[in-house]
Nanobody, 128 residues
Framework: HVQLVESGGGSVQVGGSIRLSCTASGFTASRGCMGWFRQGSGGEREGVAVIVTNSGYTMFKETVRRRATISQGATKNSVILEMNRLRPEDTGIYFC??????????????????????WGQGTQVTVS
């Protein structure tokens, strides 16, 4: 049974920072990719940042590229998203997700072209 658990959401002032953490269990994250997605008030989910677990290669949504970092935590089964200079449009539910296959699915998942199989419950981030 695969489970992804997020933590670190909350309310932040414009210009502030957040640090979101995610830990996966029941999933071999030594390959494949993990990432963060968000769903705003418009309802559409979008990719924010992805990390390829065996290489550490990172990819970002263009509008957060200069404001975000994604990294692995203490183990390859954990991933951390840090964002600064937050804007109201960064508000949304942030989901951690994972794909055990990796390869082209990493970038395709970031761009919404494929659906990754494993998702967390999400954590709310409100910027005001």
């Amino acid at each position: 049974h695969v489970q992804l658990v997020e933590s670190g959401g909350g309310s932040v002032q414009v210009g502030g920072s957040i640090r979101l953490s995610c830990t996966a269990s029941g999933f071999t994250a030594s390959r494949g990719c993990m990432g963060w997605f968000r769903q705003g008030s418009g309802g559409e989910r979008e990719g924010v940042a992805v990390i390829v677990t065996n290489s550490g290669y990172t990819m970002f949504k263009e509008t957060v590229r200069r404001r975000a970092t994604i990294s692995q935590g203490a183990t390859k089964n954990s991933v951390i998203l840090e964002m600064n200079r937050l804007r109201p449009e960064d508000t949304g539910i942030y989901f951690c997700a994972a794909d055990p296959v990796g390869g082209n699915r990493c970038m395709a998942g970031l761009h919404g072209e494929v659906e990754w199989p494993y998702w967390g419950q999400g954590t709310q981030v409100t910027v005001s």
